[in-house]
């Protein structure tokens, strides 16, 4: 058994998915999560997948002491993956106070605790937002941030710093991870998006009104200067994103970090539009969808996808899965949930 990994926000999408290729790459993993979006039942699908049972904090992160008792219990903890946070875009410009409270308050508390009980490895959950409104893509990791286009963005570039900041002379090495739009599911169909509150991302969004959990969907904004007048996006496939956060832990543990804070992207290195992923859904499917045209949505960004040269030169990391295989696993995933 490698080292002993914290996975914050560990029942959530992506946290389940990374406990996953953690454990299958030999890592003794720890995870905590309040539950407020996400369901402690995605463990028994790890558990499933895997045969380990992964050990379960019920836990708010912003409350250092309750977290606290996470070290205390396993002081062996030598690697944190940080992805608790609330993430919807659209929420956070209604309730700001809410994002930036929750989000960087428990990061504080981890990155204090983190140094406090000797993490080498702490990898962050960031986000492409960082970027803000950019001009042109693909965006590399010299692009320069632009003023975030939501709160939720300027908790992730906020979060970025504090942990530039507070890592420096410390033992503690960290990676911010920029990712795209993690989207499908995992290929067992045992796991995937289930979000305890209406999903806002475009894939959930797309297989449940395929599956008739909505009469239809909005695509927000026809007049884009895009190709067909939709936003763009990165979409990656989650277990791709998963494999990311392991690539970089060991790029920390084997001593190949230099620098003490390093920054990635990860996406797939294409963009698509709204209009492009819901016909890629209806081929794969052979579902046809209702949706709506609307107004433009407050926080979105026109454009935006990723060079992941970075990643793939230093962490060995690339995408195996492409758009085709992220609609199969979701649709799979979503017919399975549905049952």
């Known amino acids: ?41 995605s463990l028994s699908a790890v558990r499933e997948i895997t045969g380990v049972t992964v050990p379960y904090f019920h836990v708010d992160l912003c409350d250092k002491n309750a977290s606290e008792e996470i070290f205390i219990q396993y002081p062996d903890i030598t690697g944190v993956i940080h992805f608790a946070a609330l993430k919807a875009v659209g929420e956070s410009v209604e309730k700001p106070v809410l994002y930036f409270r929750n989000n960087l308050e428990s990061l504080i508390n981890v990155i204090e605790l983190s140094i406090k009980y000797g993490v080498k490895s ?26 975030a286009a939501s709160p939720y963005g300027r908790t992730k570039q906020i979060g970025e710093q504090i942990i530039t900041d507070c890592m420096k002379n410390t033992n503690t090495k960290s990676i911010l991870l920029r990712y795209f739009n993690p989207a499908g599911a995992h290929p067992s ?22 599956i008739g959990k909505r009469t239809k969907m909005t695509v927000f904004g026809s007049d884009y200067p895009t190709r067909d007048g939709s936003c763009v996006r990165d979409y990656i496939h989650v277990c791709d994103l998963a494999r990311a956060h392991t690539l970089a832990l060991e790029y920390v543990f084997d001593g190949k970090q230099e620098i003490q804070t390093e ?41 935006i996808y990723s060079d992941y040269t970075k990643a793939k030169n230093l962490l060995g990391w690339e995408p195996k899965f492409d758009v085709d295989d992220i609609m199969k696993t979701a649709w799979t995933w979503e017919q399975n949930r549905s049952k």
């Not at 960031?126 to 001009?135: A, E, H, K, L, P």
């Not at 169909?189 to 395929?210: D, K, R």
């Open 1 to 41: 058994m490698k080292a002993k990994v914290l996975v914050t926000g560990g029942t959530g999408y992506i946290g389940s998915h990374t406990l996953i290729d953690l454990i299958q790459s030999g890592y003794d993993v720890v995870c905590a999560d309040n539950g407020i979006n996400s369901d402690p039942s």
């Open 122 to 147: 702490f990898i962050f959950s960031s986000s492409c937002t960082v970027y803000g409104d950019v001009t042109h893509s693909p965006v590399d990791e010299h692009t320069p941030l632009l003023e």
């Open 189 to 210: 169909g045992l796991l995937g998006e289930s979000p305890s509150n209406p999903p806002q991302n475009l894939v959930p969004v797309i297989t449940e009104t395929a």
């Open 263 to 303: 920054v990635f992207n990860i996406g797939i290195g294409n963009g698509l539009s709204v209009l492009e992923i819901i016909q890629a859904f209806e081929k794969v499917s052979g579902v046809s969808l209702l949706y709506d045209i609307g107004e433009r949505r407050s926080g979105d960004v026109m454009a």
